[in-house]
T-cell receptor, first 111, second 112 residues
Framework: QQQVKQSPQSLIVQKGGISIINCAYE??????FPWYQQFPGKGPALLIA?????SEKKEGRFTISFNKSAKQFSLHIMDSQPGDSATYFC??????????FGAGTRLTVKP | DAGVIQSPRHEVTEMGQEVTLRCKPI?????LFWYRQTMMRGLELLIY????????DSGMPEDRFSAKMPNASFSTLKIQPSEPRDSAVYFC??????????FGPGTRLTVL
């Protein structure tokens, strides 16, 4: 069921630094690529998402870079803050159904 | 909006017992998803419903698991009999037939 591979498993970044999390997918039918953020004891919440017709999407400090030919996409968190410490999941789906999640990256931002 | 509501938040039971997890989706959402999260396997889709009809249950691990959605505002996931390897956090999510899924807070299940 692991159609989306995510790395690294864990990441430690200093406050103000850039956090980068990478994902690769297999199924070329996927047409929606969200990133979810999960805090301890909470459910995942949508952070930002992209479709394959664009190569980059930016929302505040969060940017998705998408490489369709390589079947890869990444999340960049600029000026990382301690409040960004959470687990991040990439995902891919075709339509509204059958969303496949990566294994998750535990991000720690040190003050 | 209250968001997706799940109950109970925590469940501790003994092996062999029946467990029922409950979910109330966001009003107006017509897709509902059940996920299981473990350290070893991450987030796994178990089953999803569209307009109360089960569409894909290929992620349900075995016959001990069953899910129902009797109406648009309620769904259950039942495990009978439960086993220690079922211990996990179970999430319910709903969607208004867009790509975004809204997750509930989860039910942490421990089977002793």
């Amino acid at each position: 069921q692991q159609q989306v591979k995510q790395s690294p498993q864990s990441l430690i970044v200093q406050k103000g630094g850039i956090s980068i999390i990478n994902c690769a997918y297999e199924n070329t039918a996927f047409d929606y690529f969200p990133w979810y953020q999960q805090f301890p004891g909470k459910g995942p919440a949508l952070l930002i998402a992209i479709r394959p017709d664009v190569s980059e999407k930016k929302e505040g400090r969060f940017t998705i870079s998408f490489n369709k030919s390589a079947k890869q996409f990444s999340l960049h968190i600029m000026d990382s803050q301690p409040g960004d410490s959470a687990t991040y999941f990439c995902a891919a789906s075709k339509g509204n159904n059958d969303m496949r999640f990566g294994a998750g990256t535990r991000l720690t931002v040190k003050p | 909006d209250a968001g997706v509501i799940q109950s109970p938040r925590h469940e501790v039971t003994e092996m062999g017992q029946e467990v029922t997890l409950r979910c109330k989706p966001i009003s107006g959402h017509n897709s509902l998803f059940w996920y299981r999260q473990t350290m070893m396997r991450g987030l796994e889709l178990l089953i999803y419903f569209n307009n109360n009809v089960p569409i894909d249950d290929s992620g349900m691990p075995e016959d001990r698991f069953s899910a129902k959605m009797p109406n648009a505002s309620f769904s259950t996931l039942k495990i009978q009999p439960s086993e220690p390897r079922d211990s996990a956090v179970y999430f319910c999510a709903s969607s208004p037939n867009t790509d975004t899924q809204y997750f509930g807070p989860g039910t942490r299940l421990t089977v002793l």
